[in-house]
């Protein structure tokens, strides 16, 4: 019996890389993620799995679209490059520290979803993303918060 599908929140600052610039992309690794908690969340991660796409640092923050993950942790190749502003020179090609995924397009939301409005839903309450201070780049998402916040936001996707 296959593994029950997870599902995900990874955030991007949208100057950087934005939903539009996946969907243009159609696939994109998920690289940069120096946060021990958030890379171990990323080797959980399965083909498959749903994961909203959000935008951080950006006024306002908030949930604008769907990408699925479509291959599983492997090395983060930043980590090795020393022009990189995510290089570290602690991470080897033998024992590297960093991993990251591919993600892949699903669907920009027809209604974007600002943090205070996830904030002001009863229905999300304990969802990682809303509570103050929470600032890591790659979280799990219970299955009854990503279902609410696909309806919040019209998505077309629907999960079971």
């Known amino acids: 019996m296959p593994a029950a599908r997870k599902y995900w929140l990874m955030k991007s600052e949208p100057d950087v890389f934005s939903i539009d610039d996946l969907?243009?992309?159609?696939?994109e690794c998920w690289d940069g993620v120096r946060n021990f908690r958030a890379r171990n969340f990323?080797?959980?991660?399965?083909?498959?799995?749903?994961?909203?796409?959000?935008?951080?640092?950006?006024?306002?923050?908030?949930?604008?679209?769907l990408c699925r993950v479509c291959r599983?942790?492997?090395?983060?190749?930043?980590?090795f490059d020393p022009q990189s502003?995510?290089?570290?020179?602690?991470?080897?090609?033998?024992?590297?520290?960093?991993?990251?995924?591919?993600?892949e397009f699903?669907?920009?939301f027809p209604h974007f979803l600002p943090l205070d409005d996830l904030r002001h839903e009863a229905d999300l309450d304990g969802m990682m993303v809303i509570k103050r201070g929470m600032r890591l780049s790659v979280q799990p998402v219970e299955?009854?918060?990503?279902?609410?916040?696909l309806r919040m936001a019209g998505a077309?996707?629907?999960?079971r």
């Open 72 to 79: 599983t942790a492997y090395p983060d190749h930043t980590q």
């Open 106 to 108: 699903v669907e920009r």
């Open 156 to 159: 077309k996707t629907r999960v």
């Open 23 to 27: 969907a243009t992309a159609e696939s």
């Open 143 to 149: 299955t009854a918060h990503f279902k609410h916040v």
């Open 42 to 65: 990323m080797r959980e991660m399965k083909v498959g799995d749903l994961v909203l796409f959000y935008h951080s640092n950006a006024k306002p923050p908030g949930v604008a679209g």
């Open 85 to 103: 502003k995510y290089f570290d020179k602690t991470a080897s090609r033998e024992k590297p520290r960093w991993e990251m995924v591919d993600v």
